[in-house]
């Protein structure tokens, strides 16, 4: 985790030295509210190294993020960007029998991404983009008999972005609307007991994030 999230310090260091030289750097301010659609696996692993697995599909998944970054334009046709974001996440339980209503998380994140770019109009283009994020934050399980459990989680996130679109609105200013957001997630769950260790898969249908860009 330390040397993926040097790397993406690295890599933006490079970025913001080129884009100095050459004048195509940008401001970036990020906002996406998601009600999507998520299939979590979790794995619980205790002292005598069992396991049990626990999978659900869940149509109303809420998450809230907001963001700052940096843009470079590599080209007319592609941009890389680095954002540092807060990430809240609420995830109910739909299966009856379950002792946890729910779980959330609240986290900070470091989020590396490439986006291309194709013109439609003069001030309209197709932007599908490619990101990986890495997370850390809070992690609390509501239960129903006993009281909520609250620790922490580390987490990995891969998204592509298939549906979204780049409006200029001047040399300065342009926006990005991700309209379709397909992500896979890997969080593990530090229980604060020797004898629980939990990690989950979360597979992700997304939308409507909006980045805001400014030129420097």
């Not at 993406?8 to 970036?28: C, P």
């Not at 046709?77 to 974001?85: D, E, P």
Request: glycine residues 6%; contains cysteine; neutral net charge.
């Amino acid at each position: 985790m330390k040397k993926c999230i040097l790397f993406a310090i690295f890599f933006f260091s490079m970025a913001l030295i080129r884009a100095q030289q050459q004048g195509d750097f940008t401001f970036d301010l990020s906002a996406a509210i998601n009600l999507g659609t998520q299939n979590v696996t979790t794995r619980y692993t205790n002292e005598y190294n069992l396991t049990s697995y626990t999978s659900q599909d869940i149509a109303l998944a809420k998450n809230v993020a907001a963001g700052l970054g940096f843009s470079y334009f590599l080209n007319d046709n592609c941009r890389i960007s680095l954002l540092a974001y807060v990430n809240y996440n609420y995830t109910p339980t739909v299966q009856t029998t379950s002792s946890v209503y729910g779980t959330s998380t609240v986290g900070f994140g470091l989020a590396p991404k490439v986006t291309g770019m194709k013109r439609i109009t003069d001030w309209l283009y197709w932007a599908p983009s490619v990101e990986f994020s890495l997370e850390y934050g809070n992690y609390r399980e509501e239960l129903s008999n006993a009281p909520n459990i609250e620790t922490h989680y580390t987490g990995v996130q891969m998204a592509v972005n298939p549906l979204a679109f780049d409006m200029r609105f001047s040399p300065k200013v342009s926006m990005t609307v991700d309209i379709i957001s397909l992500a896979h997630a890997f969080h593990d769950i530090k229980y604060q007991t020797v004898s629980l260790h939990g990690t989950s898969n979360v597979l992700k249908f997304n939308g409507a994030s909006v980045t805001l860009h400014l030129l420097l």
